[in-house]
C-alpha cells in the first residue's frame, strides 16, 4: 500500500511560479512510475507529466519548456516545477503512482492540490 500526499498549490498570477510536491509512504518508491495530472470540472482527468523509475520523463505538450517533473528517490517524493503559468494551468493536480508486475498493476492516487492562476 501506498500513500500518496501532495502540497504546494496555491493562488499565483499569471507568469508566476509554483512547486508540487508528491510524498509517498511505503516501500520501492523508485520502482513506481510517477505522474502528475490535472483536472478541471466538467472535464477528464488530464496527464500534465510522468517520469519512470529509470527517470526518463514525458510531458504534455501544453507544458512543454515550462514544467519539470523530478524525483528524490531517497526523499520517497516526486516534484512538479511549474513556470511561466498560465490561466488555463489552473486545476487540480493529482499525484499518481503506478508499478506494474506480471498479470498485475498497482495504481495509487492522491488527494489532490488547488492551483489556480489568475489573469
Known amino acids: 500500500q501506498v500513500q500518496l500526499v501532495e502540497s504546494g498549490g496555491g493562488l499565483v498570477q499569471a507568469g508566476g511560479s509554483l512547486r508540487l510536491s508528491c510524498a509517498a509512504s511505503g516501500s520501492i518508491f523508485s520502482s513506481y512510475r510517477m505522474s502528475w495530472y490535472r483536472q478541471v470540472p466538467g472535464k477528464q482527468r488530464e496527464l500534465v507529466a510522468l517520469?519512470?523509475?529509470?527517470?526518463?520523463?514525458n510531458y504534455a505538450d501544453s507544458v512543454k519548456g515550462r514544467f519539470t517533473i523530478s524525483r528524490d528517490n531517497a526523499k520517497n517524493t516526486v516534484y512538479l516545477q511549474m513556470n511561466s503559468l498560465k490561466p488555463e494551468d489552473t486545476g487540480v493536480y493529482y499525484c499518481?503512482?503506478?508499478?506494474?508486475?506480471?498479470?498485475?498493476?498497482?495504481?495509487?492516487w492522491g488527494q489532490g492540490t488547488q492551483v489556480t492562476v489568475s489573469s
Open positions: 499518481n503512482a503506478v508499478r506494474s508486475i506480471p498479470g498485475f498493476s498497482y495504481d495509487y
Open positions: 517520469i519512470t523509475s529509470g527517470g526518463s520523463t
